[in-house]
């Protein structure tokens, strides 16, 4: 699992680390902040609830795997408003995120990636009015799928708060 690290690293990620599938919690409560619209993509995206399945589903979906690569991106902010850092942040996660699990794809038959934040790899999703449009590429946010992220980070070591002035991004693999 170290090797799967190092790509992490490799990749540009800050942080990367190892967590016990069997033993993440699903929270409602997590869930219920996507009903509330905290990021506007409830109902209205194929990777956000209600498409995205019942946390039951989730888990049981889930259990097929042992294993959780969580990986973090960290970025210096020039402010508390600096939009277009932020921006810049979440762009360089998401791409390298793809990347990680490009690589993963290669070596394990199964893999099932949880990313930071709803969908957006299209400009306008077809939810719920057509099938989407890339379902073997779809990457539900692990805030979807009931994962409180600041918990996964305590559960293994990755710091959640990295300093004033920092803002990171986070996102997850489940491996056999």
């Not at 791409?95 to 930071?116: D, H, I, N, S, T």
Request: negative net charge.
């Amino acid at each position: 699992m170290k090797d799967l690290i190092k790509l992490a690293q490799t990749l540009g990620f800050a942080h990367g680390a190892m967590v016990d599938a069997r033993k993440l919690e699903f929270r409602e409560e997590v869930r219920e902040m996507c009903v509330e619209g905290k990021c506007g993509g409830y109902g209205k995206n194929w990777c956000c609830p209600p498409a995205c399945g019942s946390l039951e589903e989730i888990a049981q979906r889930i259990r097929e795997f042992s294993q959780c690569l969580l990986v973090s991106s960290v970025g210096k902010m020039e402010d508390d408003f600096d939009y277009e850092g932020i921006m810049r942040l979440e762009q360089e996660h998401k791409e390298r995120f793809e990347m990680l699990v490009e690589q993963l794809c290669r070596r394990y038959e199964r893999v099932l990636p949880m990313g930071a934040g709803t969908c957006r790899r299209c400009k306008t999703c077809t939810y719920p009015d057509a099938p989407c449009r890339f379902p073997e590429l779809q990457i539900y946010s692990m805030e979807a799928c009931g994962l409180l992220v600041s918990q996964v980070c305590q559960m293994c070591g990755m710091p959640y708060y990295n300093g004033p002035g920092t803002m990171a991004y986070f996102s997850c693999v489940f491996l056999p």
